[in-house]
C-alpha cells in the first residue's frame, strides 16, 4: 500500500495594504489638493430606494430618491431627484429641486428649479425663474418669473394671488359672520 497524500491548495494571502505616507503639515499645505474622481452608478435596471452619487443615467427602473450633480432618467418613476441638472424623458417624478430641470413627455408632481423646459409634459406645480414650455404641456400652478412657450397653464401667479385674496376675505367674512351669532 502506497501513501500518498492529497495535494494541499494554499491558502488565499489578503492583498498586503500599503503603509500609510506621512507627510509634514508643511508638505500638506504647499502640495495642490487633487479633486476627487466623480462617483458614477453603473447602468442597468430595477428599482432602488435612494442613490447618492455625482452622475446617474438609468432607465426602465424606480428610485425612491436621487442627490447628484447630474441626472437623467428615461422610462423610469422616481420618488425625488435634488440635482444641479436634471432630465427625465418618458417618466413620473414626483418632485425635482434642481437648477436646470428638462422634462419631455412625462408627469412631475411638483418642480423647484431656475430654469425649466418641459415638452408635452404634465405638472402640478412649478416654481421657477424661467420655463420654457413645449406644445400639449401642462401645469396646473405655474409660479415663475418669466413663462414661454405654448403651456395650458389652470393659475399662474397672478390669479394664484387673486385666489388667495379672494379666499382670505371669504374667511374673514365667515368667522365674524359666526362670532356675531354667538
Request: hydrophobic share 45%; net charge positive; aromatic share 2%.
Amino acid at each position: 500500500m502506497t501513501d500518498q497524500t492529497e495535494p494541499t491548495l494554499p491558502t488565499p494571502v489578503p492583498d498586503a495594504v500599503p503603509p500609510r505616507r506621512r507627510r509634514s503639515r508643511a508638505a500638506a499645505a504647499s502640495a495642490p489638493a487633487e479633486p476627487p474622481a466623480p462617483r458614477a452608478a453603473e447602468p442597468g435596471t430595477g428599482s432602488l430606494d435612494a442613490v447618492a452619487v455625482d452622475l446617474l443615467e438609468f432607465e426602465r427602473g424606480a428610485i425612491g430618491g436621487v442627490r447628484a450633480t447630474d441626472v437623467s432618467a428615461r422610462l423610469a418613476a422616481v420618488g425625488g431627484i435634488a440635482a444641479n441638472h436634471a432630465s427625465v424623458d418618458q417618466g413620473f417624478v414626483s418632485g425635482i429641486a434642481a437648477r436646470e430641470a428638462t422634462v419631455r413627455q412625462g408627469y412631475v408632481r411638483g418642480m423647484l428649479a431656475q430654469q425649466v423646459h418641459l415638452e408635452q409634459t404634465l405638472v402640478r406645480s412649478v416654481v421657477a425663474n424661467t420655463v420654457q414650455a413645449g406644445p400639449s404641456t401642462g401645469i396646473a400652478v405655474a409660479l415663475a418669473r418669466r413663462i414661454d412657450g405654448e403651456a395650458k397653464i389652470l393659475l399662474d401667479w397672478r390669479g394664484a394671488l387673486a385666489l388667495g385674496a379672494t379666499l382670505g376675505v371669504a374667511l374673514v367674512v365667515v368667522r365674524l359672520g359666526g362670532a356675531r351669532r354667538g
